[in-house]
């Protein structure tokens, strides 16, 4: 069966990945990522396009990019994913992978938009305790860096840290260890998924629209000046 994996460029969508292969239920033949149009990063996370290209070229995943504007009202976003799913259709595709965890009204949400579509919603990681989650991730040879932290949930230290065993032991009490609240989002720079790791380093830190960011830059890159704007959040689609 064929499948895109909806990828946001974190842990979650990348142990989705990995977790997919090991089964073979599935031929992933592509990746669904969001990226707002004016900052040419993945929305919500932060995280550049050439970091995220860098990531499919590693997993071998063709890029199936939705181009959204800042900001971005729902019907827009909506009318766009809408046009992804009818040419995926065409395509042959018949499901779509998420890696949300227990999230029950994004759950229902993705369900309802796929309905009548052709398109089947997966959620391979659904229900997974996440305490054991993200050990799994760590011990599975994840190496992930949070790109962006809810300023209310976690102080602006945290992004740029490295999501591992020392990282959960700091998280303050009520932060779930895998962000499925909102707490954090992360960048996956290495994975089981990947053919090789990317080269990274962690530049400008900045704190906007109550989010805490943390820039990740491919290392060929770290002496050239930037040109995708100050990493920002698209609230309106926060869906994706």
């Excluded at 959960?168 to 053919?195: I, M």
């Amino acid at each position: 069966m064929k499948a895109l994996i909806a990828w946001s460029s974190g842990k979650d969508s990348a142990f989705t990945l990995y977790e997919v292969r090991r089964s073979g239920a599935y031929n992933v033949v592509g990746a669904l990522t969001t990226v707002t149009g004016e900052f040419d990063r993945v929305s919500i996370h932060g995280v550049r396009r050439d970091v995220l290209l860098a990531q499919l070229a590693a997993a071998g995943l063709p890029p199936h990019i939705v181009e959204i504007p800042y900001p971005c009202p729902n019907e827009v976003y909506e009318a766009r994913m809408g046009e992804v799913v009818a040419c995926a259709v065409q395509d042959g595709i018949t499901h779509i992978i998420f890696g949300d965890l227990f999230l029950a009204d994004v759950r229902a949400y993705r369900e309802e938009k796929l309905k009548g579509t052709g398109i089947t919603p997966v959620f391979p990681l659904w229900g997974r305790p996440t305490p054991q989650l993200a050990q799994d991730m760590i011990a599975a040879g994840f190496e992930t860096y949070l790109a962006a932290v809810d300023l209310k949930k976690l102080p602006a230290s945290f992004a740029g840290r490295r999501f591992d065993a020392s990282l959960l032991n700091d998280l303050p009490e009520g932060v779930d260890p895998c962000g499925e609240n909102g707490e954090f989002h992360t960048c996956v720079v290495n994975a089981p998924v990947f053919s090789r790791r990317l080269d990274v380093t962690l530049g400008e830190r900045v704190e906007r629209d109550g989010l805490g960011y943390c820039d990740i830059v491919l290392a060929d890159q770290r002496m050239m000046p930037s040109s995708s704007g100050s990493p920002t959040i698209a609230a309106s689609a926060i869906r994706t």
